[in-house]
């Protein structure tokens, strides 16, 4: 069996049409998952982006043991442990942030190409003072996005010239070059519909045709109050046409499977990492960025609960409701490819899941920033209920966390970290906490993710920095 791996960085699940979502067109990834496997109940592990594809690639839950950091020279990874089964492997990525400044995430690929110029790579150095599109005091390190992404986009003509189309049509050419290999591994990584948001102007049209404010395309990760009404619609709709355009170009590649022959052999896994708050619970972003400060906030659902379609050949196609998690996806291929399954992984094959022999995974699911952190939440999720629950604040000095987007900020603790209870079943939009109303379930989830942190071998200190309840401040 061949494997094609994708993800897209920071996709909204509800912002699919086959995930509900009425009014962003999404009709290749709909299409694509008409005919694959939709999982109701797939989750973030290791939040955000770097620890993410660290899961991915090691099968491991590594916010329990590392923050943001390049990949480790000892850890296991997926390309090394198939090349025993004869597996060729190949990266074709444009996300930064695990290629730049030695994070290495190549490592254990016979090739990769890395589609140069999003966010904060370091690749041209004109024009000098590219403008910015709003007041510079509403964006996250204005300066920084001058001086590397607007200078690295600013020779663009053609929708064919943006980054997920770049990358998507890299991949098709790999697959062309590469169809007759009897066994091969292609991850491809867009960092879209992640900010900046830049579609082009016609994408943007489809959602709020006559807007003539301000693009805030790289908002501060903040309370939406710096925020018009009319600006926050206007960065919803700078969103959704960053997911029409990836859903366009992914679907060249998920076409290019088809067109080739490769479907009838060949696993595809369509994912993301996590997503984004666009004024849900008062916040835009996915933490609290701004020249002050850096603080993690709970993963709400929109954040938390992710797409995952799977084409498995020979499924039947349908809705899987087991519970999934990144560091599944590594033992799941390893299994498959009937390779060895290395000791270190922490996740768990749901290839019986895939050939149908039940609908069962996971128990529950952790999701969690770097544990060892100022002070971190982690949401439990386990059927009806999302549990928060807040480490105790660290002794001594704080740490220096690069997570979101690889610079380094000086964290600090969340003002309002308390441990909160959401029943998704009454309450799908999080909007009361009932912890107060149910110590049983709270009891409950606590020990469960106590336990998990011992399982996966986390540091004793920081295990005890959960143990106890947090209560408002």
Known sequence: MNFVVIISDTLRRDHLGCYGNEWISTPHIDGFAAESLLFENAYCGSFPTVPHRRDVLTGRFTASYTPWAPLSADEVVLPDVLRERGYVSMMVCDCPHILENGYHYDRGFDGFEWIRGQETDRWRTAPEAPPDPCDPAKLRNPEGMRRRHRRNVAWRRYESDTFVARTMTEACRWLERNRRRERFLLYVDTFDPHEPWDAPQWYVDMYDPGYEGEAVDYPQYAPTDFLTAEELRHARALYAAEVTLVDRWVGRLLEKVG?????????????????????????????????????????????????????????????????????????????????????????????GVLRGEGDEHREFAVSSPYIGGESAPATVTSGRWSAVFWSAPREGEGIVDRAVDGLAKAQSAAEERHDALFDLRADPGQEEDVAAGHPDVMAELRARLVAFWREVGADADAVRRWEEPQEAH
């Not at 701004?290 to 498995?312: D, G, K, M, Q, T």
């Not at 087991?322 to 009937?338: G, I, K, N, Y």
């Open 259 to 351: 067109d080739l022959g490769l479907l009838d052999d060949t696993m595809v896994l369509f994912t993301t990492d996590h997503g984004f708050l666009h004024g849900e619970h008062g916040i835009i972003g996915k933490s609290l960025i701004s020249p002050e400060r850096f603080a993690y906030v709970p993963l709400y659902e929109e954040v938390n609960h992710i797409p995952l379609i799977v084409h498995f050949p020979g499924a039947d196609a349908g809705v899987r409701r087991a519970v999934v998690q990144p560091m599944d996806f590594m033992p799941t291929v390893v299994e498959l490819a009937c390779a060895t399954m290395p000791e270190t992984v922490h996740g768990r094959s749901f290839a």
